[in-house]
């Protein structure tokens, strides 16, 4: 179907991503497109796109690549093309298609709402926001004056976005009221966050709070201004650290007035560890997860972990709708990856870690780093070890902001009023602070 005519090309990415499929290897012949997307026409992309569509037996993909190559300026072609990228998560391949075809037919809100879907799943929200105000003439409030006030958001533009809320009519028609109702809630706990920290680009706690209602626990101490903005890349986790995350969460629940009566233990190794430590930590009885239990803390040391244990995605489900008195605590929620539900507090954010009580790095007798065997000892006694451990956080390298315990706390009992509302939506991105991502 793509001869070796279509594999001509001037692009050293191209060609190598011809190689890697030659060879079998998908995954590096797509990010090896990342790479080289926005550069290259959308038709010279599509044959090796359609290459791949095939192999992993994506007909839809396959087809609408199989049209591109042959018709590359036709806007159906470039349309049809962007919109299977989007649906098959290769939305970076999509957002030069669909660029291309309202440079030729401007103003169709068709194919701007599939360009802002990208933009979206990319994380590249000023971009769609952007793409959204220069047709406000022609769009609707729903979805589009709201999805300029998302975008606006998760963007860091607060000033844009309060503009437009303003203008913005509740819905009438009833699908999207939980969404009115979401981002009624982002704007107020913007208000909140704004009373004890800047809001600016580098405020990770307060943009965490702002777009998912998570108060973050922890900043990284190590390479602030060097790419991670307070979140780690990778982290092997320590007992001290599993300790300072729950004083963070005592002192989170003291600010905001809230008395549980229990910690609830998920079903999963590492959240019934962390839970038992918790329960001693706050001095409450330790019982088994029940969906639907009011005033309890529920513990979760990784939610993707949870979610991965045969009745984790039951569990997770449960937890999307916070029963009165209800807390969600994650230890370790991957920013990379979001999980399922978003956690009411979360010690810190990685892209990979390794628990206390798992495999940990060493040096092997040959001095290669190699994985050591798991804790295998009694969860109680691990828990006993957390709360015994030392919760000094590790010594900065002076990079980024001081994460005193003080400041934590004037953060707790400004946003006391806006916190535990609404449900537990999964986050739509990373929000407006970057990090550096790591394969």
């Known amino acids: ?22 060879s079998g290897d ?23 796109v359609g290459r791949a569509a095939k192999a992993v037996g994506f007909d839809d993909l396959e087809q609408a690549a199989v049209a591109l190559a042959a018709r590359p300026d036709h806007a159906q072609a470039l349309f049809d093309f962007g919109y299977a990228c989007v649906e098959r998560g290769l939305s970076f391949l999509a957002i030069p298609a669909l660029r291309e075809v309202l440079r030729t037919n401007p ?29 406000e003439a022609e769009f609707t409030d729903w979805p589009d004056r709201y999805l300029l006030v998302f975008n606006a958001v998760m963007s860091g533009d607060l000033a844009l976005a309060r503009r437009q809320h303003a203008l913005l009519p509740d819905p009438e028609d009833a699908m999207w009221q939980p969404a009115r109702d979401r981002q009624n809630r ?38 602030f201004d060097a790419g991670m903005a307070g979140r780690y890349a990778f982290l092997q986790d320590t007992p001290g650290q599993c300790l300072r995350g729950l004083q963070r969460l005592r002192t989170l629940l003291t600010a905001a007035g809230v008395r549980p009566r229990s910690v609830s233990l998920l079903p999963d ?12 930590v706050l001095d409450l009885p330790a019982e088994p997860f029940v969906a639907g239990r009011e005033d309890t803390v529920v513990v979760a040391y990784d939610l993707n972990e ?77 828990a006993d070890e957390i709360t015994r451990a030392d919760p000094a956080a590790d010594e900065s390298d002076g990079s ?40």
Not at 29 to 37: K, N, Y
Not at 110 to 123: C, F, H, K, P, W
Not at 269 to 280: F, K, Y
Not at 409 to 436: I, Q
């Open 306 to 382: 949870l979610a991965r244990e045969d009745d984790g995605p039951e569990v997770i489900g449960q937890l999307f709708e916070r029963a009165d008195g209800q807390v969600l605590h994650e230890h370790a929620s991957c920013w990379t990856d979001a999980p399922a539900v978003t956690a009411d507090s979360v010690t810190l954010l990685h892209q990979s870690v390794l628990a206390p009580w798992g495999e940990q790095m060493r040096l092997g007798a040959d001095g290669d780093v190699e994985r050591g065997p798991a804790d295998d000892r009694p969860e109680a006694e691990i």
């Open 269 to 280: 190794r590492g959240s019934r560890i962390l839970g038992l430590a918790a329960a001693e």
């Open 1 to 22: 179907m793509f001869s070796r005519r279509n594999r001509r090309s001037k692009s050293p990415e191209l060609s190598k991503a011809w190689e890697c499929l030659e």
């Open 107 to 135: 103003g169709r809100l068709t194919v701007v709402r599939e360009l802002v879907s990208a933009y979206e799943r990319e994380g590249r929200h000023r971009e769609a926001a952007g793409e959204l105000a220069r047709h």
């Open 26 to 48: 998908i995954p590096a012949a797509i990010r090896l497109l990342r790479t080289a997307a926005e550069e290259l026409p959308p038709g010279e992309v599509a044959p090796v």
């Open 186 to 223: 982002m704007l107020e706990r913007a208000v909140a966050a704004q009373r004890c920290g800047p809001l600016d680009l580098s405020d990770l706690r307060g943009w965490q709070y702002v777009i998912g209602g998570t108060v973050l626990g922890t900043l990284s101490p190590f390479g």
């Open 400 to 439: 980024g902001p001081a994460d005193h315990d003080e400041a934590f706390a004037a953060f707790a009992t400004a946003v006391r009023g806006t916190w535990l509302r609404g449900d537990r939506a999964r986050l739509p991105s990373a929000g407006p602070v970057a990090s550096s991502r790591f394969a």
